[in-house]
T-cell receptor, first 116, second 111 residues
Framework: GAVVSQHPSRVICKSGTSVKIECRSLDFQATTMFWYRQFPKQSLMLMATSNEGSKATYEQGVEKDKFLINHASLTLSTLTVTSAHPEDSSFYIC????????????FGQGTRLTVV | AQSVTQLGSHVSVSEGALVLLRCNYSSSVPPYLFWYVQYPNQGLQLLLKYTSAATLVKGINGFEAEFKKSETSFHLTKPSAHMSDAAEYFCAVLGNEKLTFGTGTRLTIIP
């Protein structure tokens, strides 16, 4: 299957700082990328959907000013957690789809964010 | 709206025994269904998917799942468990171009 690379795999930051997470599709063009958050021992919660060249669509309850998503090219989407707080500590996972039906979604390795 | 229910947050089976992980779905349209596996601190890997073709779907690592419309189920099975199968398994349904995940089932393999 296609490869999606997510970076960094782990990051520790101080409260109040911002952290950027990158999601790259390495061998295909991703028209749509999805960002998920996963709490310990829980399922994945979709945060937002981003389409290349347009604004991201956020799920209800997700603060778009806190979780900035940029999908500047067909191979790169970034999630920036702004003014991070300890409660933002979580596992963030991206996935990339090569078609709008998302029947071929490929997931990144995830990023463990710890805010201290 | 689509939803997925995974019965049993934890399942333990002996090595070599049958693995059965349950998934029931709710969908207003013919569903696309998926099973993913997640190892600790890693992303999700697709095991198999149902996209309205054959109702019995074979995936990687010896797993398979059967789509049963009458039961709205898509249970995951493997005839003989291996120690390397220990992981978290997620069932998901595609709706409105988004994946909705179940709460996951942690599979433990007993030596």
């Amino acid at each position: 299957g296609a490869v999606v690379s997510q970076h960094p795999s782990r990051v520790i930051c101080k409260s109040g700082t911002s952290v950027k997470i990158e999601c790259r599709s390495l061998d295909f063009q991703a028209t749509t990328m999805f960002w998920y958050r996963q709490f310990p021992k829980q399922s994945l919660m979709l945060m937002a959907t981003s389409n290349e060249g347009s604004k991201a669509t956020y799920e209800q309850g997700v603060e778009k000013d806190k979780f900035l998503i940029n999908h500047a090219s067909l191979t790169l989407s970034t999630l920036t957690v702004t003014s991070a707080h300890p409660e933002d500590s979580s596992f963030y996972i991206c996935s990339a789809g090569s078609n709008r039906r998302n029947t071929e979604a490929f997931f990144g390795q995830g990023t463990r964010l710890t805010v201290v | 709206a689509q939803s997925v229910t995974q019965l049993g947050s934890h399942v333990s089976v002996s090595e070599g025994a049958l693995v059965l992980l349950r998934c029931n779905y709710s969908s207003s349209v013919p569903p696309y269904l998926f099973w993913y596996v997640q190892y600790p601190n890693q992303g999700l890997q697709l095991l198999l998917k149902y996209t309205s073709a054959a109702t019995l779907v074979k995936g990687i690592n010896g797993f398979e799942a059967e789509f049963k419309k009458s039961e709205t189920s898509f249970h995951l099975t493997k005839p003989s468990a291996h120690m390397s199968d220990a992981a978290e398994y997620f069932c998901a349904v595609l709706g409105n171009e988004k994946l909705t995940f179940g709460t996951g089932t942690r599979l433990t393999i007993i030596p």
